[in-house]
T-cell receptor, first 117, second 112 residues
Framework: NAGVTQTPKFQVLKTGQSMTLQCAQD?????MSWYRQDPGMGLRLIHY???????DQGEVPNGYNVSRSTTEDFPLRLLSAAPSQTSVYFC????????????????FGAGSRLTVL | AQSVTQPDIHITVSEGASLELRCNYS??????LFWYVQSPGQGLQLLLK????DTLVQGIKGFEAEFKRSQSSFNLRKPSVHWSDAAEYFC??????????WGAGTKLIIKP
């Protein structure tokens, strides 16, 4: 199994450009999410989805859009890139561990490092 | 507001020495607790999790963690570290269905 696949691994953008970070999972996970990781700040949730056609905002959604047309894919769109969006982005998916108690156990992609000049 | 605190930004230990990484949380209800590890340039990998029951949980790579409700803590331990354990470690708490709060991480440095 490939798990969670993110592309591209590295990207440099100029301020104002738009782009899409791709995320695909082959585990039939219902839940998918996007995080950004900045030094000393842990992970911050951008957007998440609990199933195809359903998305919601996380802690830091401004400047980002998502859609979930299929179970497998959850792209993250930067509408007009800003230097403050320079970060490492992680996509994560999960089943809820329903056998035990319903907790969210995440599988992460390898990350996409974005630099906005 | 819910929060997760990892008080140590960096910890340096000698290879073969024991390790304890601290995690404290602020949350009113019984939490689900996690430790993840991130090797350089990699995504995060689940080390262990606590849902309920026995407060001492075993994880991968020889790690264990103990949930102490009275101290709101979920500290990670390993009896003898290896150079390959050098990484960043994140504590997380699930505070509602699907949503996690993350600590800022503790970077573990291993001295030879």
């Amino acid at each position: 199994n490939a798990g969670v696949t993110q592309t591209p691994k590295f990207q440099v953008l100029k301020t104002g450009q738009s782009m899409t970070l791709q995320c695909a999972q082959d585990m039939n996970h219902e839940y998918m999410s996007w995080y950004r990781q900045d030094p000393g700040m842990g992970l911050r949730l951008i957007h998440y989805s609990v199933g195809a056609g359903i998305t919601d905002q996380g802690e830091v959604p401004n400047g980002y859009n998502v859609s979930r047309s299929t179970t497998e894919d959850f792209p993250l769109r930067l509408l007009s890139a800003a230097p403050s969006q320079t970060s490492v982005y992680f996509c994560a998916s999960s089943y809820t561990d329903r056998i035990l108690s319903g907790a969210n156990v995440l599988t992460f992609g390898a990350g996409s490092r974005l630099t906005v000049l | 507001a819910q929060s997760v605190t990892q008080p140590d930004i960096h910890i340096t230990v000698s290879e073969g020495a024991s390790l304890e990484l601290r995690c404290n949380y602020s949350y009113g209800a019984t939490p689900y607790l996690f430790w993840y590890v991130q090797s350089p340039g990699q995504g995060l990998q689940l080390l262990l999790k606590y849902f309920s029951g026995d407060t001492l949980v075993q994880g991968i790579k020889g790690f264990e963690a103990e949930f102490k409700r009275s101290q709101s803590s979920f500290n990670l331990r390993k009896p003898s570290v290896h150079w390959s354990d050098a990484a960043e470690y994140f504590c997380a708490v699930e505070y509602s269905n699907y949503q996690l709060i993350w600590g800022a991480g503790t970077k573990l440095i291993i001295k030879p």
